[in-house]
């Protein structure tokens, strides 16, 4: 059996190029500094400035002009996502204060239809009629389930919705074609008087 045994000592390409160029710039800085020790003095009638920059000297600026540059960037990704924060609780509260306008507006209603003379919330079941444009007539199946609980009058409060549909279909497994089923809705609760 041949098998590919790879070497102790193995570098695979990235790191080969990661090291070519690492060893590149440890001769670039060694010239460097060579060529700043060959430098021939100045006359010793001139006065020779403190300090000259460097190699080196570029070398630490440019990591302190990179450092400030991406300390300013995550502070401005501090703030973008302290901002985001602050619009996220915004939009939380906005929705506590629906949610309690909601409930409010609900018990309203329900206070109203408990104030009415004679009102009652009654349970039953009444097929409604289909209109002219297809949609439930649900009005004549609330008086039918007002009258068979001795009211007069009343108006439906919940409507039931449901597709009809023949057994062949059912069987069939398979999705109902438009036409093979009907829908058909009912009054379960209306408010009587």
């Keep these: 059996m041949i098998s590919s045994a790879r070497p102790y000592f193995s570098i695979d390409l990235p790191g080969r190029a990661i090291a070519a ?33 460097g190699m080196l000297d570029s070398v630490g600026r440019w990591f302190k002009d990179s450092f400030r540059r991406f300390s300013s960037n995550v502070e401005g990704a ?16 906005d929705a ?14 329900t206070d109203a239809l408990a104030r009415l003379p004679n009102a009652r919330v009654v349970e039953g079941r009444a097929r409604c009629t289909v209109a002219a444009n297809g949609a439930p007539d649900c009005r004549q199946a609330a008086e039918a389930v007002c009258k068979s609980k001795g009211f007069g009058s009343g ?26 089923c009907e829908m058909e809705s009912f009054v379960t609760r209306a408010v009587c008087q």
């Design 21 to 53: 160029v690492a060893g590149a710039m440890l001769v670039l800085f060694s010239l460097a500094a060579a060529a700043q020790d060959n430098k021939a003095s100045p006359p010793a009638r001139e006065a020779a400035p403190a300090s000259q920059p």
């Design 78 to 93: 501090r703030d973008s996502f302290s901002a985001m924060g602050d619009r996220a609780g915004g939009a939380a509260k």
């Design 96 to 109: 506590a204060d629906a949610a309690k306008d909601a409930a409010a507006a609900a018990k309203d209603a």
């Design 155 to 180: 108006s439906s409060l919940d409507i039931q919705s449901a597709q009809k549909c023949s057994a062949r279909v059912w069987l069939s497994r398979r999705p109902p074609d438009p036409g093979d």
